[in-house]
T-cell receptor
């Protein structure tokens, strides 16, 4: 398995609170991604990073921010959690962006109550 | 942006039968088409991929076909086994970082 660790694996939080999810990789891959997975929608890209301090928005970025201060860590922050952000969040890494295989973490199940 | 549609959403087959999952994409510039398998409680894992300069690719019981003109690609699993039961996702991208996924197909293989 690719060396990707997501933390926490499960979290319950209250509406309006900030939440940070962490993705840590040991593969030294350049590209890192955050997806959310919801029934009927597959995997939707939230944000991605193509290098340290280099990030860009995906198709569902509203209400989320990211940071990448080191190659191995990519943080996803929900600035003020809402119930619509209840989802399973996956981090993925890739050596060459959208041209080759992406390796996914185990996922973080986030519930906003 | 790219839009990927996947059918069917659920598929049930008898062990030993074949399973076919189909995807269509909207952006003719897309040139990389991977398929991922997701088992319960795990992240998706690549099972096969194809590039736009190839029409078909096979890996043991799994094959993928691509029709660029019609903008659709399909996953074929032959001699299905219970361990093939999972959710399968198709995806499309075009040499950038915006890989779009289909909504997924839940495959059940009945013993």
């Amino acid at each position: 398995d690719a060396g990707i660790t997501q933390s926490p694996r499960h979290k319950v939080t209250e509406t309006g609170t900030p939440v940070t999810l962490r993705c840590h990789q040991t593969e030294n891959h350049r590209y890192m991604y955050w997806y959310r997975q919801d029934p009927g929608h597959g995997l939707r890209l939230i944000h991605y990073s193509y290098g340290v301090k280099d990030t860009d928005k995906g198709e569902v970025s509203d209400g989320y921010s990211v940071s990448r201060s080191k190659t191995e860590d990519f943080l996803l922050t929900l600035e003020s959690a809402t119930s619509s952000q209840t989802s399973v969040y996956f981090c993925a890494i890739s050596g060459t962006g959208g041209r080759t295989e992406a390796f996914f973490g185990q996922g973080t199940r986030l519930t906003v109550v | 942006g790219e839009n990927v549609e996947q059918h069917p959403s659920t598929l049930s087959v008898q062990e030993g039968d074949s399973a076919v999952i189909k995807c269509t994409y909207s952006d003719s510039a897309s040139n990389y088409f991977p398929w991922y398998k997701q088992e319960l409680g795990k992240g998706p894992q690549l099972i096969i991929d194809i590039r736009s300069n190839v029409g078909e690719k096979k890996d043991q019981r799994i094959a993928v076909t691509l029709n660029k003109t019609a903008k659709h690609f399909s996953l074929h699993i032959t001699e299905t086994q219970p361990e093939d039961s999972a959710v399968y996702f198709c995806a499309a991208s075009k040499d950038n970082n915006d890989m779009r996924f289909g909504a997924g197909t839940r495959l059940t293989v009945k013993p």
